[in-house]
């Protein structure tokens, strides 16, 4: 059996952290962190997550170790559905021609091993995914036996091709990082006194996480109902409830009545988990609505989760000579190769070893976890270290580790004391901040060369921060791509290695009748003429040098030349502005503008539009605010950022932040009601016609809805949202400066007059354009605009400017989008008053948008004059 274990990322702009794959011929496993960005990455390395069934996830819980985790157990579910759907399909031919049906196999599901936390992590989506067609398996370790017992040598998981032992290493308490507290009047202290932090709180119980994820999210159902009140005397030992203990929901444990014993409190309420497959609720029953269940409170991770794996053991080559030798039957061969005795010559036994040769121990790899000096000692410390066993035939160390770790002198003691291991260190600083998705920076480099204003050069380093380790050395810095073939022999496989991409070739690739159109563009974008006309048309337009950045593109999940969701806007002189930020946001923002700028953006960073709680919108909102958060503590700034959203994403984050400090504190919710923490969960208020934030620095009123801190600069005079047709709660937003500007947001929805009445007259439009004209009916079925329908909205609204953005990813460079002046008019170059871009005053101008195309809003209608040249691009680049 072969086995082959491969790093996929490694630390990067666009991957944060380091993801292994192993794969066997009986199955595939991701071991080490799933940051944001690693499903890109499988697919930029061609590799394939949907058959990945084992996920072991190493380091402490938190968003850096599993941002990309529920992206892509997305998309298994969604790859499941696909498949269920099209036998469906086939069973129905194979029915019409008389042949026998094939037989539907589920999905086996996904088992996630982890560190504490885990489930609480995963529990906080209840409020945002519901009924997935696939299933998991937590695994939260809490238990530690070796450092109970160190001879005790049992994997702690296992199956017919690997084994499995989980090493959990603690933090030094010293090292801790402080609580904040949760209350609403402590969110408003921003100093460090001892009274913003609270006393530690220890872990919560996994239990009533664990129900949630495993048996209501991801419980391979696609509907399941809310859970049942009922009595605790009432309950049955095969039910799954829920109860209150002490003001906290625990797991009911028994005594249970139908084991003939006495209950106690008999008439308190429980919480049922509903039968597989049950609908609705009967008439009068007491329910509870999976995103209503309050999770307990729980503390900081303080284990980090390493791993030592191996394959199994084979036995030996079957000697075949021996065997006949010896009087075997031929008929009894295979009984000796499974391991069974047989008889041979005169009835003599024979045993395997009599005919096999020397068996073959299984090799192994070992995932090392060290985020930072305070897992150290603890790590030094476990016993399999030092357990001559567990560390044989172990070829391969993977050290994952945090910045500036990788010179720490205990570590590099482990390697000296192992030198027959290869340690390979994938850390910030050894690793290259190489581009991690080469086909979206190719295609970059061809709208360059055709318009250079709009398409910057990608921000990579193909070095290394700290000197190479030297070549006769048993250690390596990490590269993507690195194969180690485990079994049968071991193979050390190099070439394998992702190579860095070449940007020069796209470049020289560009076709002479593309680049002919190119410098017609250019020769109308820059005429006298034309200027003078857009500087006359574009007098009362307020922030005209205010940049439009398309981080994200593409719509539900990130493909190769498109991320998901994302648009930021940079206005000179009051600060910066993003909206939605799907997963893989900041490193589009890395790879776009590098660390220095980076730094500069996040410190602007005043506020970010959530316009719905669908995974591609929101799941790179948690990486937003920390690294807003930390450029603040970098600062000395005590600013605050404001957060569009509804108080369900509240919620989420407010969940969240038990686990990791990211900043919620010093988040503030101008669109939400005042919270109530974890009492009273309150249901979604719906807003009917127009809600408008007004944002007053000067008033000091209503703290908990973010208006009026003393430290805030949000830059915004209001912010009005209105629903649109998508789905529950999907808001169109206008945000409006201070110094007039206006822009519209649509989020994802079918075209709506409401959301185009209530911001008629905004400078800038952002619409989504998920579908071309053609696929209409679709648009209608997903909730979707096509591109005529987005310019309607445009043209009903009078947007002076209009970005066209969230294309399915079934278009994979737009070229499918191309601009038919038949059908919706002149592209925005200024001239007559065609229906495209639905501006006032004769004046159109509407773009669509690519992954990191970079516009200012006074430069739309020339960006719009190198259009046909970028449609000729694609249709040569798809030839």
């Given at each position: 059996m072969t086995s082959v274990v491969q790093l996929v990322t490694v630390p990067s702009a666009d991957t944060p952290s380091t993801c292994l794959v192993l794969r066997t011929d009986k199955g595939h496993y991701i071991f080490g962190r799933i940051p944001e960005g690693t499903q890109r990455a499988f697919n930029s390395r061609r590799l394939s997550v949907v058959g990945v069934t084992q996920v072991f996830l190493s380091g402490s819980a938190g968003w850096d170790q599993l941002g990309g985790l529920t992206g892509y157990l997305l998309t298994i579910a969604s790859a499941a559905t696909a498949a269920k759907e099209a036998l469906v399909a086939a069973n129905a031919d194979r029915e019409k021609r008389g042949r026998k049906r094939i037989e539907l196999t589920g999905h086996e599901g996904v088992s996630i091993h982890a560190g504490d936390n885990i489930g609480h992590i995963l529990a906080c989506n209840r409020g945002v995914i519901f009924r997935q067609p696939i299933r998991t398996h937590l695994f939260e370790h809490r238990d530690d036996p070796r450092t109970a017992d160190p001879t005790q040598l049992q994997p702690d998981w296992q199956d017919d091709a690997v084994r499995v032992w989980k090493v959990p290493t603690t933090r030094e308490r010293s090292g801790s990082p402080r609580k904040r507290r949760r209350s609403a009047d402590q969110e408003q202290n921003d100093g460090d006194d001892a009274a913003a932090f609270k006393e530690e709180q220890s872990l919560s119980d996994p239990d009533v996480a664990r129900i949630i994820v495993d048996h209501l999210l991801w419980n391979g159902n696609l509907y399941v109902g809310p859970l049942v009140m009922r009595r605790v005397g009432e309950l049955q030992s095969t039910d799954t409830a829920l109860v209150t203990v002490d003001g906290v929901l625990r797991k009911y444990t028994g005594p249970y009545a139908d084991q003939g014993r006495t209950v106690p409190n008999p008439n308190d309420k429980a919480w049922v988990l509903p039968p597989p497959g049950s609908k609705g609720r009967k008439m009068g029953e007491e329910t509870m609505r999976l995103e209503d269940i309050p999770l307990p409170q729980t503390s900081y991770s303080r284990t980090s989760m390493s791993y030592i794996v191996k394959t199994h053991d084979r036995r030996g080559k079957f000697d075949r000579a021996a065997a006949e030798a010896l009087g075997v039957d031929k008929m009894d061969f295979k009984q000796l190769i499974a391991g069974r005795e047989v008889k041979g010559k005169d009835g003599a036994t024979v045993t395997p070893d009599m005919v096999l040769g020397d068996p073959i121990f299984g090799r192994g790899f070992i995932v090392a976890d060290i985020a930072g000096p305070d897992f150290i000692e603890s790590f030094m410390r476990r016993p399999e270290w030092s357990n001559q066993e567990l560390m044989a035939n172990i070829p391969v160390m993977y050290w994952l580790l945090?910045?500036?770790?990788?010179?720490?002198?205990?570590?590099?003691?482990?390697?000296?004391?192992?030198?027959?291991?290869?340690?390979?260190?994938?850390?910030?600083?050894?690793?290259?901040?190489?581009?991690?998705?080469?086909?979206?920076?190719?295609?970059?480099?061809?709208?360059?060369?055709?318009?250079?204003?709009?398409?910057?050069?990608?921000?990579?380093?193909?070095?290394?921060?700290?000197?190479?380790?030297?070549?006769?050395?048993?250690?390596?810095?990490?590269?993507?791509?690195?194969?180690?073939?485990?079994?049968?022999?071991?193979?050390?496989?190099?070439?394998?290695?992702?190579?860095?991409?070449?940007?020069?070739?796209?470049?020289?690739?560009?076709?002479?009748?593309?680049?002919?159109?190119?410098?017609?563009?250019?020769?109308?974008?820059?005429?006298?003429?034309?200027?003078?006309?857009?500087?006359?048309?574009?007098?009362?337009?307020?922030?005209?040098?205010?940049?439009?950045?398309?981080?994200?593109?593409?719509?539900?999940?990130?493909?190769?030349?498109?991320?998901?969701?994302?648009?930021?806007?940079?206005?000179?002189?009051?600060?910066?502005?993003?909206?939605?930020?799907?997963?893989?946001?900041?490193?589009?923002?890395?790879?776009?503008?590098?660390?220095?700028?980076?730094?500069?953006?996040?410190?602007?960073?005043?506020?970010?539009?959530?316009?719905?709680?669908?995974?591609?919108?929101?799941?790179?909102?948690?990486?937003?605010?920390?690294?807003?958060?930390?450029?603040?503590?970098?600062?000395?700034?005590?600013?605050?950022?404001?957060?569009?959203?509804?108080?369900?994403?509240?919620?989420?984050?407010?969940?969240?932040?038990?686990?990791?400090?990211?900043?919620?504190?010093?988040?503030?919710?101008?669109?939400?009601?005042?919270?109530?923490?974890?009492?009273?969960?309150?249901?979604?208020?719906?807003?009917?016609?127009?809600?408008?934030?007004?944002?007053?620095?000067?008033?000091?009123?209503?703290?908990?809805?973010?208006?009026?801190?003393?430290?805030?600069?949000?830059?915004?005079?209001?912010?009005?949202?209105?629903?649109?047709?998508?789905?529950?709660?999907?808001?169109?937003?206008?945000?409006?400066?201070?110094?007039?500007?206006?822009?519209?947001?649509?989020?994802?929805?079918?075209?709506?007059?409401?959301?185009?009445?209530?911001?008629?007259?905004?400078?800038?439009?952002?619409?989504?354009?998920?579908?071309?004209?053609?696929?209409?009916?679709?648009?209608?079925?997903?909730?979707?605009?096509?591109?005529?329908?987005?310019?309607?909205?445009?043209?009903?609204?009078?947007?002076?400017?209009?970005?066209?953005?969230?294309?399915?990813?079934?278009?994979?460079?737009?070229?499918?989008?191309?601009?038919?002046?038949?059908?919706?008019?002149?592209?925005?170059?200024?001239?007559?008053?065609?229906?495209?871009?639905?501006?006032?005053?004769?004046?159109?101008?509407?773009?669509?948008?690519?992954?990191?195309?970079?516009?200012?809003?006074?430069?739309?209608?020339?960006?719009?004059?190198?259009?046909?040249?970028?449609?000729?691009?694609?249709?040569?680049?798809?030839?």
């Amino acid at each position: 059996m072969t086995s082959v274990v491969q790093l996929v990322t490694v630390p990067s702009a666009d991957t944060p952290s380091t993801c292994l794959v192993l794969r066997t011929d009986k199955g595939h496993y991701i071991f080490g962190r799933i940051p944001e960005g690693t499903q890109r990455a499988f697919n930029s390395r061609r590799l394939s997550v949907v058959g990945v069934t084992q996920v072991f996830l190493s380091g402490s819980a938190g968003w850096d170790q599993l941002g990309g985790l529920t992206g892509y157990l997305l998309t298994i579910a969604s790859a499941a559905t696909a498949a269920k759907e099209a036998l469906v399909a086939a069973n129905a031919d194979r029915e019409k021609r008389g042949r026998k049906r094939i037989e539907l196999t589920g999905h086996e599901g996904v088992s996630i091993h982890a560190g504490d936390n885990i489930g609480h992590i995963l529990a906080c989506n209840r409020g945002v995914i519901f009924r997935q067609p696939i299933r998991t398996h937590l695994f939260e370790h809490r238990d530690d036996p070796r450092t109970a017992d160190p001879t005790q040598l049992q994997p702690d998981w296992q199956d017919d091709a690997v084994r499995v032992w989980k090493v959990p290493t603690t933090r030094e308490r010293s090292g801790s990082p402080r609580k904040r507290r949760r209350s609403a009047d402590q969110e408003q202290n921003d100093g460090d006194d001892a009274a913003a932090f609270k006393e530690e709180q220890s872990l919560s119980d996994p239990d009533v996480a664990r129900i949630i994820v495993d048996h209501l999210l991801w419980n391979g159902n696609l509907y399941v109902g809310p859970l049942v009140m009922r009595r605790v005397g009432e309950l049955q030992s095969t039910d799954t409830a829920l109860v209150t203990v002490d003001g906290v929901l625990r797991k009911y444990t028994g005594p249970y009545a139908d084991q003939g014993r006495t209950v106690p409190n008999p008439n308190d309420k429980a919480w049922v988990l509903p039968p597989p497959g049950s609908k609705g609720r009967k008439m009068g029953e007491e329910t509870m609505r999976l995103e209503d269940i309050p999770l307990p409170q729980t503390s900081y991770s303080r284990t980090s989760m390493s791993y030592i794996v191996k394959t199994h053991d084979r036995r030996g080559k079957f000697d075949r000579a021996a065997a006949e030798a010896l009087g075997v039957d031929k008929m009894d061969f295979k009984q000796l190769i499974a391991g069974r005795e047989v008889k041979g010559k005169d009835g003599a036994t024979v045993t395997p070893d009599m005919v096999l040769g020397d068996p073959i121990f299984g090799r192994g790899f070992i995932v090392a976890d060290i985020a930072g000096p305070d897992f150290i000692e603890s790590f030094m410390r476990r016993p399999e270290w030092s357990n001559q066993e567990l560390m044989a035939n172990i070829p391969v160390m993977y050290w994952l580790l945090g910045p500036g770790m990788s010179s720490h002198p205990r570590i590099q003691q482990f390697m000296r004391e192992h030198p027959d291991t290869q340690h390979v260190i994938c850390a910030p600083d050894t690793c290259p901040n190489m581009i991690t998705n080469p086909g979206s920076a190719e295609l970059q480099m061809m709208l360059r060369r055709i318009d250079p204003d709009r398409f910057p050069i990608l921000k990579y380093d193909n070095a290394v921060k700290v000197p190479a380790p030297a070549a006769d050395t048993n250690t390596q810095f990490g590269r993507a791509g690195r194969k180690v073939q485990l079994m049968p022999r071991l193979h050390f496989d190099d070439e394998a290695v992702a190579p860095f991409p070449d940007l020069v070739s796209p470049w020289d690739s560009v076709s002479p009748d593309v680049l002919a159109l190119a410098e017609q563009a250019k020769a109308k974008a820059s005429d006298p003429a034309f200027l003078a006309k857009i500087e006359q048309g574009e007098k009362d337009i307020p922030n005209r040098d205010a940049s439009i950045v398309c981080l994200g593109t593409g719509s539900s999940v990130p493909s190769k030349y498109r991320n998901v969701s994302g648009t930021l806007i940079r206005v000179p002189g009051i600060g910066n502005y993003l909206f939605d930020c799907g997963e893989g946001t900041v490193g589009q923002i890395r790879r776009l503008y590098g660390d220095a700028e980076t730094e500069d953006i996040l410190r602007n960073l005043r506020c970010v539009v959530i316009s719905h709680l669908h995974a591609d919108h929101h799941l790179g909102a948690i990486s937003v605010f920390r690294s807003w958060y930390e450029q603040t503590l970098r600062d000395g700034s005590t600013a605050n950022l404001a957060v569009s959203c509804i108080p369900r994403f509240r919620d989420i984050l407010q969940d969240l932040s038990q686990v990791e400090d990211f900043g919620f504190h010093r988040l503030r919710f101008p669109t939400c009601a005042p919270s109530n923490g974890d009492k009273n969960r309150s249901t979604e208020q719906h807003h009917r016609g127009i809600m408008t934030a007004y944002m007053n620095n000067n008033n000091n009123n209503n703290k908990d809805q973010g208006q009026g801190q003393g430290d805030d600069n949000f830059g915004l005079t209001a912010i009005r949202r209105v629903d649109v047709p998508h789905c529950y709660l999907a808001m169109g937003t206008e945000l409006e400066l201070t110094s007039g500007l206006r822009i519209a947001y649509s989020g994802d929805c079918r075209p709506s007059p409401a959301f185009a009445r209530a911001f008629r007259g905004a400078h800038l439009l952002i619409h989504e354009c998920t579908f071309a004209d053609d696929m209409s009916d679709h648009a209608r079925q997903k909730m979707h605009s096509t591109l005529s329908e987005a310019l309607g909205v445009a043209r009903d609204m009078g947007a002076r400017r209009t970005l066209l953005t969230h294309f399915s990813q079934r278009y994979v460079k737009a070229d499918s989008l191309r601009w038919d002046e038949d059908a919706h008019g002149s592209s925005g170059d200024g001239s007559g008053d065609g229906g495209g871009g639905g501006g006032i005053g004769g004046e159109r101008a509407v773009l669509l948008a690519f992954d990191f195309m970079t516009v200012r809003l006074g430069d739309f209608q020339r960006a719009a004059c190198y259009l046909p040249a970028l449609e000729k691009l694609m249709e040569k680049t798809d030839e």
